[in-house]
C-alpha cells in the first residue's frame, strides 16, 4: 500500500468543512439570530454530508458493528436509522459547541461524576500545586475543555493540538472572552516544547490532549484492542506524560437524557517506567485506556463523532504469501 494511499485514511486528510471565518460567521449568526433559527440549516446541511459521504456512513456502520459485537448488545447493530441518527447527533453536538463559547452552557446545567477527587486537585493548582494532564477524546463534546475553565475557577488550561490552525482558534476564542484556555500546536515533542510545558506545570497551569487521535506522520502510535478489533492509538500523551512525571487524569463529556455529564477519572498517579521498559508500560496503558473508552461508549453509543476508518484495515497477503499458501 502505498504512502500516499495511507496519509488519504488518515483522520487529518479529511479536509474540514469550513474554515475561521466560517466559523465566525456561524457564531455570529448564532449570537444574531439564535440556535432556533441556526438548526434546520445545519440539519440540511448534515443530512446533505449524510447523503454525499459515503465513506463516513460506512465507517459509522463499522463502528457500530463493532460495539454490538464486543458489549453483545443486538439492538445497537447498524441500521439506516441509527447510521442517520449519529450524524444528526453530531450537528445537535455542533450546536451545543456555540452555546459552550457563547458561555450558554453554564457549569449549573452540567452534572459532575468526579469519583477520585480530580476536581479539588485542580483548585490546589490555584495556591502552588504543580499542575497535571487531562487525556480527552472525540466522543461527545470535545469543546469540555472550556467548561473545565470556568469548572476549575480560571486555572489556566492548555490544550495541545496537532493542526496548523492554533493562531485562528486563540483568536476566536480571545474574541469569545475566554482567556483562560489557551491551544498550543504540538508537532513533535523536542526539548524546548518539553521544557515550555514543564514550566507551565510548575506554574499550576494543566495539560489537555486527545488520547483518540493519531498525528500524521508520526511514528509514535501503538496497536491495541478496542471494540474487539485493532486500533492504532497514540503515544505521545502517554509519553509526554511520563517524561514530565505527572499524574494523568481522563475527561470525557456526554449528553445523557438531554444534559451533559463530564467524567472526570483519575487514571495515573505518577507516569513513569523502569528502565528498559517503556514500549511495555505504555502499551498498558493505552489498552487501559482503550478499555475505558470502549465503556463510555455504551453510556452514549451515537456520540462517537470519529467519521474516519478509525480501526487498522486486516493485512491482506502478498502475491506470493497467497501462491505458498495455494
Same mark, same amino acid.
Request: proline share 3%.
Given at each position: 500500500m502505498s504512502e500516499q494511499l495511507v496519509q488519504e485514511r488518515h483522520w487529518s486528510a479529511h479536509k474540514e468543512r469550513g474554515s475561521f471565518?466560517?466559523?465566525?460567521?456561524?457564531?455570529?449568526?448564532?449570537?444574531? #439570530?439564535?440556535?432556533? $433559527? $441556526?438548526?434546520?440549516?445545519?440539519?440540511?446541511?448534515?443530512?446533505?454530508? #449524510?447523503a454525499s459521504a459515503r465513506s463516513a456512513r460506512r465507517n459509522i456502520r463499522q463502528y457500530q458493528i463493532y460495539l454490538a459485537q464486543w458489549s453483545g448488545n443486538a439492538s445497537l447493530r447498524p441500521t439506516l436509522k441509527s447510521v442517520f441518527g449519529q450524524f444528526i447527533a453530531f450537528a445537535d453536538n455542533l450546536l451545543d459547541r456555540l452555546d459552550v463559547w457563547r458561555g450558554r452552557l453554564r457549569f449549573e446545567q452540567v452534572q459532575l461524576i468526579d469519583p477520585s477527587g480530580v476536581r479539588s486537585r485542580l483548585l490546589r493548582s490555584q495556591h502552588g500545586g504543580r499542575g497535571e494532564m487531562l487525556v480527552v477524546t472525540h466522543l461527545g463534546n470535545p469543546d469540555v475543555c472550556r467548561a473545565m475553565a470556568e469548572l476549575s475557577e480560571q486555572v489556566p488550561l492548555n490544550v495541545l493540538v496537532h493542526n496548523h490552525h492554533v493562531a485562528q482558534f486563540n483568536r476566536l476564542l480571545g474574541e469569545a472572552g475566554d482567556r483562560s484556555m489557551r491551544l498550543i500546536q504540538v508537532s513533535e515533542l523536542d526539548t524546548a516544547m518539553m521544557m515550555d510545558l514543564s514550566q507551565r506545570l510548575e506554574r499550576g497551569e494543566w495539560l489537555a490532549i486527545a488520547g483518540d487521535r493519531v498525528p500524521l506522520n508520526d511514528g509514535r502510535r501503538v496497536v491495541v484492542d478496542f471494540l474487539g478489533h485493532a486500533a492504532p492509538f497514540p503515544q505521545g500523551p502517554w509519553l509526554m506524560a511520563g517524561l514530565l512525571r505527572c499524574p494523568v487524569n481522563l475527561l470525557c463529556c456526554l449528553k445523557v437524557d438531554g444534559r451533559y455529564r463530564i467524567y472526570l477519572d483519575a487514571f495515573l498517579d505518577n507516569a513513569q517506567w523502569q528502565r528498559g521498559q517503556r514500549d511495555e508500560a505504555i502499551r498498558g496503558w493505552v489498552q487501559r485506556y482503550a478499555d475505558h473508552l470502549a465503556g463510555q461508549c455504551m453510556i452514549a453509543p451515537q456520540q462517537w463523532f470519529n467519521f474516519y476508518a478509525y480501526w487498522q484495515p486486516p493485512e491482506r497477503p502478498t502475491h506470493k504469501e497467497a501462491a505458498d499458501a495455494n
Open positions: 471565518i466560517l466559523m465566525w460567521l456561524t457564531a455570529l449568526s448564532v449570537r444574531m #439570530f439564535g440556535r432556533r $433559527l $441556526l438548526a434546520p440549516v445545519l440539519y440540511l446541511i448534515v443530512l446533505y454530508f #449524510f
